[in-house]
């Protein structure tokens, strides 16, 4: 009888990774790289209208996922097999726009985790696209921003980027994404520190 009690505990432990969903595990995990970084210990002191605050852009369902989406034709998304980020896209942008907005601007780049009361600048907006377009041979993203400012009208602003892949493995797909996701940072940039 009591070894028919031990069975059922370990029958249901060997079940358990089918449960919890069984897929393959990605040999390697994606992400973003700043190719301009905000150099370590030198602090920096923000007045009036020299901070800002960079939230996680929205996104449509085909991004929501740490999954790279192939844009087949205007109404058709797969994902790209073996490719998986190690976070969802806009959280990756989200931070490479920050560090690079206090690489090439005198703003301060406050999280917005931290709670402030002073008013900074706030560049929220929208990740519409961000992946593999296998008919152009490209990677693309489409980004559209707005710029609050304390006391002022809000701006708004697209940007976007196109970069060629050599091939649609993950590590091609990924560099390229990584090059059109730094342009687009630096556009950013610009913009916000003009």
Sequence with gaps: MKRFGL???????AMLPGCLGGARVPDALLTLSPMASRPAAQPRTAGAGQAITV?????????????VPVYVDGTTIQYL?????VAPPADLL????SETIAARTNLAVLDPSLYTQAPTAVLSGQLLRFGLD?????VVIDYECALSRPDQAVVTNRFSARVPVADESPAAVAAALNEAANQVAAEVAAW???
């Design 7 to 13: 069975l059922a505990p370990l029958a249901a432990l």
């Design 55 to 67: 939230t996680t852009p929205g996104t449509p369902r085909a991004l929501a996922t740490s999954r």
């Design 81 to 85: 097999a073996g490719a998986q980020w």
């Design 94 to 97: 989200r931070g490479l726009v």
């Design 134 to 138: 296998p008919n152009g041979q490209d």
């Design 192 to 194: 916000v520190g003009s």
